[in-house]
């Protein structure tokens, strides 16, 4: 037992225990009057505190392991004490991510209260110190503690915290330029607002956005949309300036002067949409149909081209929002998938098993994989390349490294199947044309590794839709609507498999839904 005088020049009542603890602890509960111990002079230096709080932390373990919350303070006491965290992590012999984790987790009361009571681990704790300050989003992590879903739960939080912050940010650009922003679309006989659509120029022409001229006439309703811009600068492009035949081929010229479609990326905007809060005053008349719109009792009367054409303008709005929610699904699968590619599969010394069986196949099957340009775009990700090339790592293996060679041909062959991957791969599900192999190949060998598939990656495989009834092309209607609306709101009634979805979700394992619409001829009652 070692026992620490302090302050350093030691009086008999200034020593306290640095090692033994339950000795102590044990003699006073015996009664022992005294016990045997080594006196040591207290080094309260950083490199003495540091050798300390590590020594305590590593014998603790050897007899009774901390709890993740005590090892979280104990890590933190010798960041505070100054000690780097690589050689934290040096000393612990522990990865840097959670030595960070640590830091994290003891820097919010949240997250080192849910480690303590047990309902979290360290890493879990770390993901939710993201989220302390929304209690929905924390509720929802702590809901899929302990599962494999967390992960996948994380990142589709980090996704839906990216678009709010996109929109507020869209907010406070078109707010300080002095338009009023509009929380919902409004109904579209609102003559307090009217629709950029709905009005016309003095001449009768149909009014454009060249018209928006004043803010201070006119609210903005932020619609989040995808737009195509520069891969290098993110200026917007022009879709009628791309090539799309090169898309997939990185050595196809593109024709003329358009452009080559690796050269643009697809990226998720806040676009705004105009609605005039005082016509005259802008200089603008309301479209014919508004001056003799009369409210429409539901069965009754036909209804005339501006309804049909506003709930048609309705359904694309509805089938588009889905589309972007998908694709945000799509996303949040991606990061944990690749990051579990990464730490699972490609981190080892040697493959794991089947991965030479698993390779062979996808090059039998598909000779030209490996020059997939979106492959050649992960690789170095996957593989953890940083800034050297996959050439450099190939050629600097040993003659006798064949187990690290083939964990690198493996890397190839999952980054290619990761590029045939994309956040809209849910589209293919019903599509007569796969690449072969192709993303359901990819997923069942992941899960055949231990790989929790999200719910928009089981679709790909097909496991999602089996459970309902229908054509296949049905099940995948309905399925995908499932994976929209699945994450709020209340069931209400089945949903029947032959009709067309909107706010629905999925409960137990069955698909219900709030509202059933017909997306070619929505009802309208009364003034919407």
Request: aromatic share 4%; with cysteine; hydrophobic share 40%.
């Amino acid at each position: 037992m070692c026992c620490n005088p302090s302050p350093p020049s030691p009086p008999p009542a200034g020593i306290e225990v640095r090692d033994g603890q339950r000795r102590t602890l044990a003699a006073r509960e015996a009664k022992l009057a005294t016990i045997p111990v080594y006196v040591l002079d207290a080094d309260d230096t950083t490199p003495g505190a540091a050798e300390r709080i590590a020594h305590q932390i590593v014998a603790n373990d050897q007899r009774s392991a901390l709890t993740d919350a005590q090892r979280a303070r104990g890590i933190n006491q010798m960041l505070l004490v100054g000690v780097s965290s690589a050689k934290v992590a040096k000393k612990l012999s522990v990865g840097r991510d959670t030595v960070d984790a640590a830091a994290s987790v003891t820097e919010s009361a949240t997250a080192l209260g849910a480690l303590e009571s047990g309902q979290l681990s360290l890493a879990e704790a770390a993901a939710l110190t993201e989220f302390e300050d929304d209690d929905e989003a924390a509720q929802a992590l702590l809901t899929v503690a302990g599962t494999p879903a967390f992960d996948h739960r994380v990142a589709q939080l980090r996704q839906n915290r990216i678009a709010a912050r996109a929109r507020a940010e869209a907010e406070t650009i078109h707010a300080e330029k002095g338009f009023a922003i509009l929380a919902e679309r409004p109904a579209w006989r609102d003559t307090s607002h009217v629709a950029l659509r709905h009005l016309q120029t003095a001449d009768g022409q149909e009014t454009t956005e060249a018209a928006v001229t004043d803010p201070a006439q006119w609210a903005v309703l932020l619609v989040e949309d995808t737009v195509l811009v520069d891969a290098v600068t993110g200026e917007p492009v022009d879709e009628a300036d791309i090539d799309w035949s090169t898309e997939h081929h990185a050595d196809r010229q593109p024709v003329d002067a358009a452009r080559h479609a690796n050269t643009v990326v697809e990226k998720t905007a806040w676009v705004p949409e105009y609605y005039c809060r005082d016509p005259q005053a802008a200089g603008l008349h309301l479209a014919e149909f508004f001056t003799r719109a009369q409210p429409i009792v539901c069965g009754q009367g036909e209804r005339n081209d501006a309804e049909t054409a506003d709930a048609r303008a309705e359904a694309q709005r509805a089938e588009r929002r889905k589309v972007l929610a998908l694709n945000k699904l799509g996303l949040a699968a991606q990061e944990v998938r690749r990051a579990w590619v990464r730490d699972h599969l490609l981190a080892r010394k040697a493959p794991v098993k089947g991965a030479a069986v698993f390779v062979a196949t996808c090059l039998e099957r598909g000779p030209g994989l490996l020059a997939d340009h979106a492959g050649r775009q992960v690789i170095a990700e996957l593989l953890s390349l940083g800034q050297a090339s996959l050439r450099d790592t190939v050629t600097t293996l040993a003659a006798t490294a064949d187990a690290r060679a083939q964990v690198r041909l493996l890397g190839m062959v999952l980054a290619a199947l990761e590029g045939r991957t994309p956040k809209d791969a849910w589209r293919d599900a019903t599509s007569n044309y796969k690449p072969v192999p192709g993303p359901a190949d990819y997923l069942a060998f992941l899960a055949a590794n231990g790989y929790l598939r999200s719910a928009i990656e089981q679709v790909l495989t097909g496991d999602r839709r089996r459970r309902l009834r229908g054509t296949r092309t049905q099940r995948l209607r309905l399925t995908l609507a499932g994976l929209v609306h699945g994450a709020g709101g209340r069931a209400e009634q089945p949903i029947k498999h032959n009709a067309n979805v909107s706010n629905c979700n999925s409960v137990g394992g069955e698909l219900h839904c709030r509202t059933l619409i017909s997306i070619t001829r929505p009802s309208v009652c009364g003034y919407q």
